[in-house]
């Protein structure tokens, strides 16, 4: 077992778990912003609890932050090996003969929503560390001194999707991961060796998730900028 | 009656350079397979006191996998379920201009002109892919073990594989995981193949990567471009049969 | 007595093996690792010896021309391979197989290794299930098997169209293994190129490497010759490109006799020639004899509109078609034995009734076929057995199921349906019988030189029945060879390692170095494909199907003329020091231009009609074969410096266990 990330089997298969955890992640990440599109309340109540709840800050932020970490850095080195693999080029190549784009450009679309990640981290998350663990303030309030002030985190969300520029990016970015989803859901099946009757049947489905999530997150972007 | 151009890699030896010539040939036949539409070209050349191009190729019925071209940017041309030696002019037209380039994989260094060297493949064998019976005269009966037929059968298309390397050659990170699969499927549906199975898998796969062949990527291209058209489910039978075979060893 | 000791063991038939193996000189395991032994060849024969030598503690060296000792030429046999296992329960038995075999052989082979062959059937089958060889099975999950031509017993096993392939990748997994143990050394990209005789034994050979061109000695206690046949003699052939007769023309040429080159087989079901530019020919699967009725029109005119194209095969009305196996042979109809169906399919076209451009061609029809299987599914249904399309359908799938590739290849080659319009199938050289004179421990004239597999004359006679080729090759390999080969090597247990640093290695590599620079220097005016097409045609029309006196005389000479017109205006581009398939081509050549000629000599000889060898001037008034007494013998060729002087000696058969009787299959 010990020697298994040394193997492309092994590599592929750590490649598959993290993205199935990270697939996960995407799921209650969607859902939860999705309840801002029509209950304040709600969403400022999951935002707060997500927000400072031990087990949720301690462990399970740092698992994430890893595994984004880890696939991304993975997905870099297996790259770095395959390019290696090939020291002459073909001078005529027809590979959209044989398999899909998205397939092919999984490095482009990750990067693309590695880029997205950076801006996201910079937006939402940096803000959030510093409030909660440089300021101290772990209130969750519009203003930590005045209870009456309510939470901030709704009012935060929309103030992001005033501009039409960052909703354009946000927009962008998500059509990639949705490219990166049509491929990668049913590949990760694949390198844990899944390939039955039933993950065939998942085949639909698969289509449904990476198209789904990353348009409901398009869609949230878009009613906040139109709703705002 | 076709004139075609053809883009065709030289390469005196390993050690040279190599580049793209360009030939006209004219006359061809729509009935001609491609390789012999190569005869007629090598003909010429010969006939003009040039050396011939050098490719591999020996049964042209589509089983032994000598041939290795990539014809226009495809394994074994245009039409797939192929092979290039099965494929025929009728499948171009007059005054195409086609690229002939040997399998590009640093697992498949290139020896001279189209021809590669592929006993990066035979290497991946024979670190497992057969089971240890000596040969006696005192083996059980052959119909001692019953074998689904679904099993068997099942076994049997992974073991339709030809060793061409298209495989190789048409995935972009030059994987060999079809290849590799191909053999591990065959014996892991098997009842046979059951007792050394955990080594078998993590030998060869082992093997596999000391080639210098790449990861797979799950791009499909090499079951789109397999002669046999080995399956994909093969490569994930062998994921499963690694994974298990990790946790035990 | 003839100076040929075939050393075939005493006793009744059925215990000579047995008896033999008990009797033989073993070498013990601590001795075996002291002794080396080559083989040449990786094919069923070539691939399975070496192996097992290597698991009995042997080191083999293993040669093979191709990049891969998977790419031999056993890898496209297609139908099956027979064992006298009787899974089926339809009577069949060691004895059977043997009969059939000899028959079928048309009484030219000897009695004695064919009973062996046909005893050891069976392990193969075990063998090969053990390796992991996935065979066609039933829903019960047990062995299937098949029918072929000139029995009547369904015997031969078989993985969809691809058996040899999958045998093949059975003796090349042994071998892996066996390289992976260190007890293989695996040269691939080599050829042979000369045996080295040293004090009267066979003692090693010279290589060439194919990717640089050095000339290599090599040494061992034993040399086995697994090199295949020469039907690339007729340039177009079912046989590979590289196929070629060198490793066992220089063995002749060492001191091995040559035993009846004239038995060629001419296999009946392949696909026509489309042109000049031909380059090979390739086979359709006799299995497809099974359900595929061969026919031509009845009428001249109707072959007209045919071949101007006005009239379509399937427009042709049952009455107006002649099924003349079915008409000539009712007993075996379609599935008469290969010589039988291709000579058949001559005379037809020869009447004028050939069904293509170039007047060779016979159609292999399916529609009946489809139409019983479709019925017969229907009923298993509970459908509509008068519904034409479903029927149709339902037909269809299950000629697919059976054939599907063979189908496939011949649209791919044909450009034509064979699902909706007949198949179009013409006679070609596929096999052939002749080979190294080998007694019965499989060692040539040369003492330690063996030969196996098709590169042997030992088993098939005059004929060789369909799947039996690749029982041959794994018999020799697997369950002969290895034992007998031991009865020799018992008395090297102490010779040591055999030194290349000796005059007899030396005078043979000057000998391969001279031959090589001669080609190079030689900057003829014609391509080495020149001379080989035309060799290719003079066999083919003087040698080929049918022969006679006066065409056989022509040949000979004519074969000598181009021989000499080779050798002075051959061109070899490129030099001797590289990858350089030209030169490696001119080589082979240079020995099908020899061995052309004794072919022709030996059929000229051999005054008889038997099997594959079909002399015009004998035969009966129904036209078919004349066997004569005085010719139930072996022709073996002692070479004697040119293929014209060589010497013929003779081996007799004596069947002990089995009538001679004329060869029918009414």
């Known amino acids: 077992m010990s020697g298994i990330l040394k193997s492309s089997v092994g590599r592929k298969f750590a490649m598959a778990l993290s993205a199935f955890f990270l697939m996960i992640f995407l799921v ?168 039955n009757k039933y993950v065939k049947s998942l085949k639909g489905f698969s289509k449904v998730y990476a198209i789904g999530v990353p348009a409901l997150f398009i869609f949230i972007a878009l009613f906040h900028h139109f709703t705002h | 009656m076709m004139n075609l151009t053809l883009k065709i890699w030289r390469q005196k030896n390993a050690n040279d350079k190599g580049k793209i010539v360009d030939y006209p040939v004219s006359g061809i036949s729509p009935d001609m397979s491609f390789l012999e539409m190569l005869d007629v070209l090598n003909q010429e050349l010969i006939e003009k006191g040039e050396e011939p191009v050098a490719f591999d190729h020996d049964c042209r019925e589509g089983i032994c996998g000598t041939c290795s071209l990539y014809i226009n940017g495809r394994a074994h041309g245009p039409q797939t379920r192929i092979t290039a030696c099965q494929l025929h002019m009728r499948s171009f037209n007059d005054g195409d201009t086609i690229y002939i380039e040997p399998w590009r994989a640093k697992a498949f260094p290139v020896i001279k002109d189209l021809i590669v060297d592929r ?9 497992g892919g057969f089971i240890s019976v000596n040969t006696s005269g005192n083996t059980q009966d052959a119909n001692a073990i019953p074998i689904e037929k679904e099993h068997a059968d099942k076994s049997f298309d992974a073991a339709t594989c030809i060793g061409c390397g298209a495989c190789v050659a048409s995935c972009k990170n030059s994987s060999a995981m079809l290849f590799v699969s191909a053999k591990v499927s065959q014996f892991a549906l098997l009842p046979q193949g059951q007792v050394e199975a955990t080594d078998r898998v993590l030998n060869m796969v082992k093997q596999m990567d000391a080639e210098g062949f790449g990861n797979c990527t799950n791009t499909g291209a090499c079951e789109v471009e397999c002669p046999k058209g080995i399956s994909l489910e093969n490569i994930a039978r062998m994921n499963r049969e690694y994974l298990a075979a990790s946790l035990k060893g | ?105 048309d009484y030219r082979s000897r009695e004695a290794n064919v009973y062996r062959l046909a005893e050891v059937s069976t392990n193969i089958i075990d063998q090969c299930v053990a390796q992991g060889v996935p065979f066609a099975r039933e829903y019960g999950g047990l062995l299937d098997n098949r029918s072929f031509g000139g029995v009547l017993v369904s015997r031969t096993f078989y993985a969809k169209g691809q058996t040899g392939q999958q045998l093949l990748l059975g003796a090349y997994a042994a071998m892996n293994r066996q390289i992976g143990r260190g007890k293989i050394k695996m040269y691939t990209r080599h050829e042979m ?104 029109p009845k009428h001249k005119k109707d072959v007209e509109a045919i071949r101007n194209g006005s009239l379509k095969p399937t427009e042709i009305a049952e009455e107006d078609r002649d099924y003349y196996l079915e008409r000539r042979y009712p007993a075996f109809g379609n599935l008469v ?96 019988m002749g080979g190294l004179w080998v007694d019965y421990n499989l060692m040539t004239t040369v003492p330690g030189l063996y030969a196996i597999g098709e590169a042997n004359f030992s088993d098939h006679g005059a004929n060789r029945l369909g799947a039996s080729a690749l029982m041959q090759g794994l018999a020799d390999g697997y369950f002969v060879l290895p034992y007998t080969i031991g009865d020799y090597l018992a008395h090297d247990i102490r010779t040591g390692p055999i030194p290349t640093d000796t005059k007899e290695f030396e005078e043979a590599e000057a000998k391969v170095r001279s031959d090589i620079d001669k080609l190079i220097a030689n900057k003829g005016s014609k391509s080495v494909d020149y001379f080989h097409k035309k060799l290719g045609k003079i ?47 001119a080589g082979r050549v240079a020995d099908f231009l020899e061995l052309g000629e004794l072919f022709a000599k030996d059929a000229l000889e051999r005054e008889e009609s038997a099997g594959g060898h079909f002399r015009e001037e004998y035969q009966t008034d129904s036209g078919e074969a004349m066997r004569r007494k005085e010719y139930q013998y072996v022709s073996a060729w002692e070479y004697k410096g040119q293929p014209s002087e060589a010497v013929e000696h003779k081996e007799s058969l004596d069947y002990e266990n089995i009538e001679v009787k004329e060869r029918s299959y009414k």
């Open chain 3, 539 to 585: 066999m083919w029309n003087k040698c080929g199907m049918a022969r006679n006196e006066k065409d056989l005389k022509s040949a000979i000479k004519e074969i000598a003329e181009l021989r000499d017109e080779f050798y002075k205006d051959v061109f070899v581009p490129g030099d001797q020091n590289e990858y350089n398939e030209e030169l490696a081509k």
């Open chain 3, 337 to 432: 034995p290969r010589d039988v169906a291709s000579r058949a399919a001559k005379e037809r076209c020869d009447a004028g009734y050939g069904v293509n451009q170039t007047g060779e061609a016979v159609y292999l029809d399916f529609s009946a076929a489809i139409e019983r299987y479709g019925k017969e599914q229907a009923h298993v249904k509970g459908l509509d057995e008068n519904d034409t399309a479903l029927v149709q359908k339902l037909g269809k799938g299950v000629i697919e199921n059976k054939y599907g590739n063979l189908f496939q290849m011949y649209e791919k080659i044909v450009d034509q349906n064979p699902y909706e319009t007949p198949m179009m199938i013409y006679p070609a050289v596929h096999y052939t």
């Open chain 3, 1 to 105: 007595m003839s100076i040929l000791d075939s050393k075939i063991p005493e006793g009744p038939l059925a215990d000579k093996w047995t008896k033999h193996k008990n009797e033989i000189n073993l070498v013990n395991p601590a001795n075996k690792r002291l002794i080396d032994v080559i083989v040449v060849g990786t094919g069923l024969a070539g691939g399975s010896a070496a192996a097992t030598l290597a698991e009995l503690g042997y080191n083999v060296k293993s040669f093979c021309f191709q990049d891969s000792p998977r790419r031999a030429h056993s890898i496209a046999a297609q139908g099956g391979i027979n064992a006298a296992k009787n899974y089926q329960g339809d009577g069949d038995s060691t004895y059977r197989l043997f009969y059939d075999t000899v028959k079928g052989g």
């Open chain 1, 28 to 195: 209650m990440h969607v859902s939860i912003n999705f309840t801002s599109v029509f209950s304040e309340e709600l969403f400022n109540n999951m935002s707060h609890f997500m927000g400072t709840n031990p087990l949720v800050q301690g462990l399970m932020q740092p698992i994430l932050i890893f595994g984004v970490i880890f696939h991304f850095v993975m997905g870099f080195v297996l790259e770095y090996k395959n390019r290696q693999s090939r020291e002459v080029s073909y001078a005529k190549n027809v590979p959209s003969g044989n398999s899909s784009w998205v397939s092919r450009n999984m490095l482009l679309s990750g990067v693309v929503i590695l880029a997205f990640l950076a801006l996201h981290f910079y937006d939402f998350w940096i803000h959030e560390m510093t409030v909660k663990y440089v300021e101290g303030d772990m209130s969750g309030l519009v203003d930590a001194n005045n209870p009456e002030s309510g939470f901030r985190y709704y009012e935060e969300l929309r103030e992001k999707f005033v501009s039409p520029v960052r909703v354009g990016i946000y927009a962008v970015s998500f059509v990639l991961l949705s490219l990166h989803l049509l491929h990668g859901f049913n590949s990760a099946f694949q390198s844990v060796g899944a390939n």
């Open chain 3, 193 to 296: 190129l000369d045996v080295v005789v040293v004090d009267g034994k066979a003692r090693g050979i010279i290589a060439r490497n194919l990717v640089t061109g050095e000339i290599e000695r090599h040494s061992a206690h034993a040399v086995v010759i697994a090199s295949g046949g020469y039907g690339n003699a007729f340039y177009l052939s079912t046989y590979a490109m590289g196929s070629n007769v060198t490793a066992a023309w220089k063995a002749h040429k060492r001191g091995a006799f040559f035993a009846n080159p004239c038995y060629t087989q001419i296999h009946p079901t392949c696909i026509p020639v489309s042109g000049d530019h031909q380059s090979k020919l390739t086979l359709m699967s006799e299995s497809l004899r099974n359900d595929g009725r061969i026919w031509v």
């Open chain 2, 119 to 127: 006993s990066s493949f035979d290497r991946i064998q024979q670190a």
